[in-house]
C-alpha cells in the first residue's frame, strides 16, 4: 500500500510540473485539473477494487509511457534508475565493470569492454553472455539487470558468463570509469590532423580543444573532425566546439518555443583556437542532435565543408525537470535552427500517417536557406552533405543484417578462430566474406522488405474483394523477383558489409583506438576528406 500511496500522485504531479513550465498552460488550468482529477480517482478505484491483485508500479509505469508516446521519443519519463544512467551519459563518467553492455531479458552481452578497465582486466571480451551476478540469475531479474554490475569502487563482482558455449566465472573489481568524449586524436599524414568525437559530455570541447592544440603542434595544417555515430549530447558543448574554429560573438544555434523563456539564442563566447584552418567534417546517420548543430552551423558559416551521409535529422531540444521520488521527465521544449534559419528535424511526430508512426518530412516541402557565402542548404532532413560517400549509407539489407546482430556475432566468432597480429596490415579476405556468406544461410538470415509488406497487405485486400485469383500470378512473380534480388543484394553490398565487419573485428583485436587508427589510412570517408584538403583550390570550391 506505501508502493501505491507513494505511485499514485505520480502522473499528477507530472501534469503540475508540465503546467508550471509556462504561462502556455495557464488557460488550460481548468482541463488539466479536471484530467488530473478523473485520473487520480480512476486509479485508485482500479487499485483497490479490481478482481485480482494488481501492481500499481507497473500500472502507472504503462499508464505514464503511453501518455508520452504519442508525443515523440524524446519526451520521457525517467525512474530512479534511468536518472543515473542518464547522467552518466551526460558526464561520461560512472562506478562499474567499464564496458558498453546490452540488456536483454535472459543475459547481459558484453558489446565491448573498454581498454584496460575492470572488465577487460578481468578478461572480459565483446559476445560473452552474462547469465547470472553473484546468486542472482539475469533472466529472474525484474528490473534492469545491467544496474547489477553497477556498485561502490573497489567492490568485486562475481559474474557467470557463456562464451562460446560454455560457461566461466570471472570477478570484477568496479572502479570509477570515465570514458572520454574524444577516444582517438593523430596526424594522418604530415600535413592532416585527425579527431574522433564519440560525443558531447561535459569535457567534450576541452578534450576537442586539446587535442586541436597539440595536433598544430605536430603540424597540422588541416583537421577532420569526424562526427560520425555520434548522437549528440549538451548543447553548450557543441557551441563550444564551433567555437573553436569560428569568431567570439558568433550566431551558433537559435531555440524556438511556445514558452517564451525557452527562446533562446547561443553565441560563441571565447576565442578561438584558429580562424583559418581548413576543416573537414565528417557526418552519417548516427551523427544526430548536437552533431548536426556543429556539423550544420559550421556548413552554414562555411568554416568547413561536410562529407559523407545525411545526418539522422534530430531538430528537437530537451530538458529535464524535476519530479518527486528522484524521478524526472525530459519533455521537448523547442526545435533548434542553424545560423541559416533551418530547422533539420526530418519526423514529424505531430501528423502521423493512418498507423500513428511520425512521417519523414517530404523534400518537395524543404526550404531554401542560403549560407554565409550564399551556397544553398535545406531544412527538414537533417544535414545533408557538401560531398556525398554513397557507399557509406547503409543499403535496406545491410540494415537488417546489422540489426539482426549478424556482423556482431560473426566478428564474435571469428576472433575465436583466427588471430589478427598486425592492425594496419588487416584485410577481411574474399574468402573471408564466403564464410560470413555461408554463416548467414546457416543461421537462416531472412529480412522482409517494405515492398513485400506492401504487397502481402495488397493480396489481403484483393481477397477480400475476390480479385486474389486474377492477381495470384503477377504476385508469385513479383515475389520470385524480390527473393532473387535478397540472393543477390548480399554480393552487391560486398563493398559496405566488408567494412562494417572489418570495423567490428577490428575492435575484438585493438579496442575502438585501434578501429579509429585503423581508419586513417583505410576508410573512404577520410580518404576523400584528405583529397579535399590537400587542395586548396578544390577546398575553396565547396564552399563558394
Known sequence: MKNFLKKKFLVPLLAIGLFLTGTAFQSDFFEIAKQIEIFTTMFKEVNMNYVDETNPGDLMDTAIKSMLKDLDPYTVFFNEQDVEASRINNTGDYTGIGASVKTLKDKLVIIEPYKDYPADQAGLKAGDEIIKVEDITVASFKENAGDLLRGAPGSKVNVTYIRQGKTNTATITRQEV???AVPLYDMIDENTGYIALSKFTRTASRETGNALKELKAEGAKSIVLDLRGNPGGLLLEAVNIVNLFVEKGQLVVTTKSKVDKYNKTYYTQNQPIDLEIPLVVLIDEGSASASEIVSGSLQDLDRAVVVGVRSFGKGLVQRPKQLTYGTQIKVTISRYYTPSGRCIQALDYWNRDKDGNAVRVKQDNFNEFKTKNGRSVFDGGGIQP??????AKPSTITKAIVGGDYIFNFATNYYYNNSVDDLMSFKFSDSDFKDFKNYLKTTNFDFKTKTENQLSELMVIAKSE???????NDYSKLISSLKSYKTQAVDENKSQLTSLLENEIIK????REGLH???L???NEIKKAVEVLSDANTYKSYLN
Do not use: A, M
Open 178 to 180: 570515465e570514458v572520454g
Open 517 to 519: 587508427k585503423y581508419y
Open 508 to 511: 575484438r583485436y585493438f579496442y
Open 386 to 391: 557538401d560531398i556525398v560517400i554513397e557507399d
Open 466 to 472: 475476390g480479385l486474389d485469383e486474377t492477381l495470384e
Open 521 to 523: 589510412t583505410h576508410n
